[in-house]
């Protein structure tokens, strides 16, 4: 069993709640560790019972509360070695564990690290396995090539960014060198290329659920407007039974359960 809760998503903050049958983690800390230890016991989880707390990158709205809370509650934290080299003092006294593509286990957990493209030292998405469930998160991008595609493929589940639609953002009165950042091939992903890098990875055959996240202010972006783009354009490219939910910018929101999909899939066949 895996169940994934997304606690926040957006620029002021990113944290996904994974849990197995015997032990939770964090996916991302981007929110102040108070706020995490809150949120974490609105859903019944103990912030000390975290296996560990993973981490794709060093910005702050990704590891705003890693480390006061792992040094509380002596929680490992898995990132790759240079995030943690950029976090510098803000890992003092905690114990960390490399993120990378040859794997790492915390717990029953198997995870493994894909690089892609943002303006941080060395972002990362995540593949995270338990028994045959796999999901995988990509968030903080610019582009997604092939290998983002290929490793997504895997999951059955993935959660990526849908941060802004082009022209609203081209319109909007933020200042054209945050706009230049955000369409670059290093800032993040647009709702055109998270619909095409949905429907690359639902061609697998595998793919059985996605979060749109990361999305930006509702000036660029409105969560309603970017289900109804994206669900046509995989209802076109013929994945239109694929579900979809938004993880909301700043409270906890959409929730997914293996044991739902699985079940779903046996009535689908039969």
Known sequence: MLRVTSLASGSSGNA??????????????????????????????????????????EHHDHAQGVGPLARRWQIPVVCSPATQRALGAELDGVECRPLHADGTTIATVDLWGFPVSHDAVDPQGVILAHGATRIGLAID???????VAEALALADFVIVEANHDRERLLSSPYPWST???????RGHLSNLQAAELLATIAGSGHLRGAWLAHLSARANDHP???????????DMAGHGRLPLQIAERDKPSAIWHSDEWTQQTLLDVS
Request: hydrophobic fraction near 45%; charged fraction near 20%.
């Open 16 to 57: 996904f709640l994974v849990e197995t049958e015997q032990y939770p983690l964090l996916l991302e800390a981007g929110l102040s560790a108070r706020t995490l230890e809150r949120l974490l016991r609105r859903h019944a989880v103990e912030p000390a019972s975290l296996a560990a707390i993973v981490l794709t990158h």
């Open 141 to 147: 991008l610019g582009h997604a090539p092939l290998h």
């Open 179 to 185: 706009k230049h950042r955000i369409l670059g091939d």
């Open 224 to 234: 309603q407007g970017v289900l109804r783009y994206i669900r046509s354009y995989l």
